[in-house]
């Protein structure tokens, strides 16, 4: 019987059961597609991220025997709508049977499900097998209780996957080592050249501009210096371990106005591209850590983790917890305009105008840049959050909703009037000052 299985974009993972067997009935599709360039303006660094890993991604199958169909933007047969893609493979090749992996957009999930209900043939959803967790879990763990915590769930997670316990106590006697997290980097700990890779992807830059897509931020390079594919992530996270770890707790938090990533990982976007799996990491950082704990505080492995198995499986539960109304929420009713600088960067505001540059030079800024810089003066000028959500999910290249959402409307703008924090994040500038060098 021949199956077509689709492949999302942020669904290119080479561990996944699919690609495990014989594969003689299974055609695997792909598609670049201006339902997804367009439907809200993305860094031009972020749309060549996804597809020159899409594109990597495809040849591994390829390599492994598998049938794959890519639509690349300018595909004559691309019709730039994913289930007319759909609707036309199946016609065409006489599919007996649509196979999809859960997305992880309300959206996209939304989309394929009033597909699904329209086919004649049969239809079967497969997990992305990338999470600790299912959607529901966060919903179930939480029932009837008032407050949606994230502590207690992590917590949870700790003693359910027994990372860093001990006899049910939490390891070095600890839960949570955020006070030894809020430390501002001073150049006495010098911080490694970041691995750079040399991805070509100047005929994806072409196709963009061939195509008009309107993206923002910067690109003056033909090479890509994130990792796309599972061999580069690999090699990027024992980067990690061997040189930024040991001093990733001690400034997680810090900001300099000449460094753009510090002790940053730069694994968000394979991570969440689902190239690389949070198991594999946190068993490779804990592994690493297991045999050099006489150089590494336990400090900055926990503070590592606790972004991983807890913060990012938090967020994606409180996405399918609350959405679709949770796009709309606007608690504090804020309605004011994003100013253009966030579009080009130029204002007098230091600590904007290097976290702003940053942001539309490579596509990144780390957590607090995010929370504290960008999202901190958005809520205290009242921004429509609105407009707050679509500038943060199209400026970075590791943005994609179910994670994006929950972090900006409801942590960073206070739009779901206290779902996910407990209070508004908001600061002066004597906070910015203590945690960067912005302010001198």
């Known amino acids: 019987m021949k199956t077509l299985r689709l492949i999302l974009g942020d669904q290119l993972n080479s561990k996944h059961s699919w690609y495990k067997g014989n594969q003689d009935n299974y055609v695997y599709c792909l598609f670049e597609m201006q339902q997804e360039t367009n439907y809200v303006k993305h860094h031009i660094q972020k749309i060549i991220s996804f597809f ?25 047969e691309n019709t730039q709508n994913l289930t007319d893609n759909l609707e036309q493979l199946i016609k065409k090749l006489g599919i007996k049977r649509f196979e ?37 879990d966060l919903s179930r763990f939480f029932k009837d209780k008032k407050q949606w915590i994230m502590e207690s769930f992590y917590r949870d997670m700790r003693k359910k996957h027994n990372i860093l316990m001990v006899a049910n106590q939490p390891e070095g006697g600890k839960w949570n080592y955020d006070k030894s997290n809020r430390n501002k980097w001073k150049e006495k700990d010098r911080i490694p050249k970041y691995r750079a890779y040399k991805n070509e992807v100047s005929e994806i ?9 309107n993206t923002i931020g910067h690109f003056d390079t033909k090479y890509l210096e994130y990792p796309i594919n599972r061999e580069q992530a690999l090699d990027q996270l024992k980067y990690f371990c061997e040189h930024l770890l040991i001093h990733f707790g001690d400034y997680q938090d810090a900001m300099h106005t000449e460094q753009a990533y510090l002790f940053h990982s730069r694994l968000s976007f394979a991570m969440n ?15 690493y850590w297991r045999t050099h704990g006489e150089t590494i505080d336990i400090s900055q492995v926990e503070g590592f983790i606790r972004q991983i198995i807890g913060w990012r499986e938090y967020m994606r539960g409180m996405y399918w917890a609350l959405m679709p109304e949770y796009k709309t929420l606007n608690y504090l009713e804020n309605s004011n305009t994003l100013p253009d600088f966030f579009w ?4 007098k505001m230091n600590c904007l105008k290097k976290t702003i540059n940053n942001s539309l030079d490579n596509g990144y800024a780390h957590h607090i840049q995010r929370l504290m810089i960008t999202g901190n003066f958005a809520l205290l000028t009242q921004i429509n959050p609105d407009e707050v959500d679509a500038w943060y999910l199209g400026i970075y290249i590791d943005a994609v909703e179910w994670v994006q959402l929950p972090n900006t409307r409801g942590m960073s703008q206070f739009a779901d009037g206290g779902k996910i924090a407990t209070k508004p994040y908001v600061s002066s500038g004597s906070y910015i000052s203590k945690m960067s060098n912005y302010c001198d």
């Open 52 to 76: 020159a890993a899409m594109r990597s991604f495809a040849k591994t199958l390829e390599s492994q025997n598998c049938e794959v169909i890519y639509y690349q933007l300018d595909t004559k």
């Open 344 to 347: 080009t960067g130029n204002t």
């Open 205 to 213: 830059v072409a196709l963009l501009n061939s195509q008009n897509i």
């Open 100 to 136: 999809y992996q859960e997305p992880d957009e309300y959206r996209l999930d939304k989309q394929l499900s009033n597909f699904s209900n329209t086919l004649n043939i049969e239809t079967k959803i497969f997990s992305t097998e990338h999470f600790y967790t299912d959607r529901q």
């Open 273 to 287: 591209c689902k190239i690389i799996s949070p198991k594999a990491i946190v068993t490779t950082v804990l592994n």
